[in-house]
Each structure stands twice: as C-alpha cells, then as structure tokens.
C-alpha cells in the first residue's frame, strides 16, 4: 500500500484509546497507541522551570546544559550490534546506569523534572528526559530537531537486567591523546556515529559547564553558555589551550583539563583531540566557519542519537505487517 494513502486512511483515536487502522473501508487491526501528550504544553511547563531557576541561582548558569546532558546520557548507551541501550525505558533511573560514575549529577536534573512528570503522567519518563533536551537546544536559539514520542519506561527489575553493569558512557579524560581518540571513536562508532557526527554532536559543549561536584572538572566551554551556537568551534581553534595548574590563585588538583588564555573556559581532553586528530579537525574548522551547517548538521545526528534502540513500532503496529 502507498505510504500517502495509508497516512490518509489512517485514523487517530483520542488519548489512550486504542487506534483503529482503516483501508476504505475496512477495518484492518486495532494497536495500542502511546496516549497523545500535548507537547507544546509539557515544553511551556519546562520552559517555565528553567526559567524560575534561572531567576533563583542568578549567576548566568542554567538547567539548560544538564537538560541536554541528560536526554545524551539516556542515549548514548546504545549499542548497535546488539540493540541495546538507548533511551528506551528511561533506564537511568535505575541501577546500574544510576549509579555509573559518568552519569554523576544527574539524579538533580531527573528530580526537578518530576513535577513535570506528575502533571503529564501520559507522558513516559524516557520521552520527557529526551525532550527536555530538544526543548533545551530549541530554546537557546539552536536547530528545530525532529522528535517524537512513543519510548517505554521500563520498572526495576527490568532496567537492571537489560542496562549494561559497566558504565557505556565516555570518559573526558584516558591519559594520552592517541587513548582518548581511540576511545571516543570506539564508543560513538558502537553506536553508530561517523567522525563528522561525533564532531557535530561535541559542538553541544557550547551549552553549559562542568561541576567539580559532578564530574570534578570545572568550567563552561564558551562565553555564552545558554546560547546554542557554533562558539566551542571557534574557541578550540582560535584560543591558546594548556593544561590548567591553578584555580582561583590556588593550585588546581582536579582532574586533568585545559583552560584558556584567561582562566575561565575549559576544554576537556576528549574536546582537545577534535583537534589533533586530523580527519575531527576538518569538521572543526568547516563548523567553525559555518554556523549554518554546524546547526543543520547537528540537528541531524542529535534527532538520530535519540533515537537509537526505540521500537517506536511496537507502539503503533506498521501496517506493513497486516498482511
Ligand atoms: C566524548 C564525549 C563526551 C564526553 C567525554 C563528555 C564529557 C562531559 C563532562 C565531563 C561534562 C561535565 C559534567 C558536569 O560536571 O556537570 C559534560 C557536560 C556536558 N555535556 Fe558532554 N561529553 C561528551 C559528549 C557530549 C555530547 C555528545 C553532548 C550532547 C550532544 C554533550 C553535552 C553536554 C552538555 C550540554 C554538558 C553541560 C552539562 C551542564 O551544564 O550541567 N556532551 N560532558
């Protein structure tokens, strides 16, 4: 059946209703369908308390960067040759993802999502911790990124049993720069990212900071760390970057990362290698000079990392399988 057609003689039940799938006539099969969430209310409400705590901690710094942390962190444990991870079932509310040391300081951005959750029950944990990215990278002035819902939540028991005991996420920092290159291809090629998206999906460090009370790095990458832009391009090239020794006149004894001619922005070392390696450089330099693209791509390669691993046809059965 042409997809046009099916589109036209398909009919959307109300919130929670099963759906009946139609062709002319006749009726074909009933799957149940995730209830519809109204989606431009759930991002009014998340907007509302970015906002109102942007007012309260008053010193530039935002939920915005954590946001966009937290729906990259559900997602970027998949694995492709298996189909495992993802955001699918909102694992990380549970152990192990819980409690892996990359996912430090997260526990805060899911706890002040939870009123969120309670006024939109409709809505699974794993598409509000996705979407509050979205609504974050949209709302700091980045690229529309297409999103839908559909993710499952899973309970405990099977959140432990499907999630990974070993930690999937990267590490900033693996020593040498030749380690921490072949490390960051290994874990974005599991998943199934080439260079180019790994570059595109890093320029999100323009959003942002590092907490020492989370991961023990501290700073934000850019001079505008609620602005979604092309900055964190234009920094690695244009600054002069070298290992931080001391913070605030005193020295530094967190972990090891960069800092620029001033003191107050930061690079980790898995940011670093985007520009020693030869083939990341490329993209560097062409987002670095081209907004545009930088947007158009990333908006590509974040709308895939959020997808990866949902069966968002075991939401709505694909009419392909009714015959
Ligand atoms: C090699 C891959 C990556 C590494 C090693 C890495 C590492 C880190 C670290 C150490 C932090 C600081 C966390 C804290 O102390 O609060 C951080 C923050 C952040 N990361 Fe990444 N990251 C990576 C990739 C990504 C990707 C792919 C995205 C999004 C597409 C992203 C978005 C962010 C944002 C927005 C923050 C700021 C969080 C905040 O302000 O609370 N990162 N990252």
Request: contains cysteine.
């Amino acid at each position: 059946m042409n997809a046009a057609r099916f589109a036209a003689t398909r009919m959307v039940a109300p919130a929670g209703a099963a759906t009946a799938v139609w062709m002319g006539q006749q009726e074909l099969a009933f799957a149940k369908e995730a209830p519809a969430v109204d989606l431009k209310k759930v991002r009014e409400s998340v907007m509302d308390l970015i906002e109102k705590d942007e007012e309260a901690r008053g010193d530039g710094t935002s939920l915005k960067g954590t946001f966009i942390r937290l729906a990259w962190h559900c997602c970027g444990t998949y694995k492709a040759a298996d189909n495992s991870g993802g955001s699918n079932g909102a694992m990380m509310r549970f152990n192990p993802e819980a409690g892996y040391g990359n996912n430090a300081g997260l526990d805060k951005a899911r706890a002040v999502l939870e009123p969120i959750k309670a006024k939109y029950p409709d809505m699974s944990y794993a598409d509000l911790y996705t979407y509050a990215g979205v609504i974050a990278v949209e709302e700091s002035g980045g690229p529309t990124i297409a999103f839908r819902t559909g993710r499952d939540d899973y309970d405990e028991a099977k959140a432990s049993q499907k999630a990974d005991p070993n930690d999937r996420l990267p590490n900033a920092f693996m020593g040498s720069f030749a380690a921490c290159t072949g490390h960051v291809r290994a874990i974005f090629g599991r998943m199934g990212f080439t260079d180019r998206e790994i570059v595109a999906l890093l320029g999100a460090h323009a959003m942002g900071r590092c907490h020492t009370d989370r991961s023990g790095f501290w700073g934000p990458w850019t001079n505008a760390e609620t602005t979604f832009s092309n900055e964190y391009y234009r920094l690695l090239i244009e600054e002069r970057w070298s290992p931080k020794v001391t913070h605030n006149g005193k020295p530094w004894t967190g972990p090891d990362q960069f800092e620029d001619s001033t003191g107050k922005l930061m690079m980790l070392q898995s940011d670093m290698i985007l520009l020693s390696d030869p083939e990341f450089k490329k993209y560097v330099a062409m987002y670095a000079k081209d907004e545009d693209l930088f947007f158009k791509d990333f908006a590509k390669a974040f709308a895939k990392l959020l997808e990866l691993g949902v069966p968002f046809a075991s939401v709505a059965q694909p009419w392909y399988k009714f015959w």
